[in-house]
């Protein structure tokens, strides 16, 4: 079965401070990793994915098959940043669904 | 490109009636799938739909609930008699044709069972 396992929910920094985000998944597939951010009460839009291998307002991620993990850093945190951040692994074949880690709250403090 | 849209964007529903929440793609996308977000939860799949076609429902519950998604207009998402524990925000996101395209959501629409 896919999983995908935030194993955090919360976390809190200073601005200008590194962040990570931990990521594990579980596929018995090839997988496509996301992450997505939700600022309060909006949509979620599609920060990364890693097939992609670019970097999006500082944020990079790198999968990692031997830890099967993706874990979004970035090297400094600004206070707009402070959002829901979602990883996501999506299924391949017949039904091509994402499948979403419980999320984690990130807060950039002045 | 309006990106996908969603309405209402807010919903209350007492104990016992229909709740429909509707769902337009993004332009040329004939994929759409529906994800709940209970409080303090991340988002459950659904559904995921093509025009006139369910293609994987095993994220529905079994009773009360139904999506479509027919050739002409948008997606619907109806839960009938709703109960508390079906507040929560439903998102529908879409997708193009092909394999491996980039799912995009839409706001969400927020549903209150009081």
């Known amino acids: 079965a896919q999983r995908v396992t935030q194993p955090e929910k919360l976390l809190s920094v200073f601005k200008g401070a590194p962040v990570e985000l931990k990521c594990n998944y579980s596929?018995?597939?090839?997988?496509?990793l996301f992450w997505y951010v939700q600022y309060s009460r909006q949509r979620l839009q599609l920060l990364l994915r890693?097939?992609s291998r670019e970097s999006i307002k500082g944020f990079t991620a790198d999968l990692n098959k031997g830890e099967t993990s993706f874990h979004l850093k970035k090297p400094f945190a600004q206070e707009e940043d402070s959002a829901m951040y979602y990883c996501a692994l999506r299924t391949q074949g017949g039904s091509e669904k994402l499948v979403f880690g419980k999320g984690m709250k990130l807060t950039v403090n002045p | 490109n309006a990106g996908v849209m969603q309405n209402p964007r807010h919903l209350v529903r007492r104990r016992g009636q229909e709740a429909r929440l509707r769902c337009s793609p993004m332009?040329?996308?004939?994929?759409v799938y529906w994800y709940r977000q209970l409080p303090e939860e991340g988002l459950k799949f659904m559904v995921y739909?093509?025009?006139?076609?369910?293609?994987?429902e095993s994220g529905m519950p079994k009773e009360r609930f139904s999506a479509e998604f027919p050739k002409e207009g948008p997606s619907i998402l109806r839960i009938q008699q709703v109960v508390r524990g079906d507040s929560a925000a439903y998102f529908c996101?879409?997708?193009?044709?092909?394999?491996?395209?980039?799912?995009?959501f839409g706001e969400g629409s927020w549903l209150t069972v009081v």
């Open positions: 890693h097939i």
């Open positions: 739909l093509q025009k006139e076609n369910i293609i994987d």
């Open positions: 596929y018995s597939g090839s997988p496509e």
């Open positions: 996101a879409s997708s193009r044709d092909s394999t491996g395209n980039t799912i995009y």
């Open positions: 332009k040329g996308h004939s994929h």
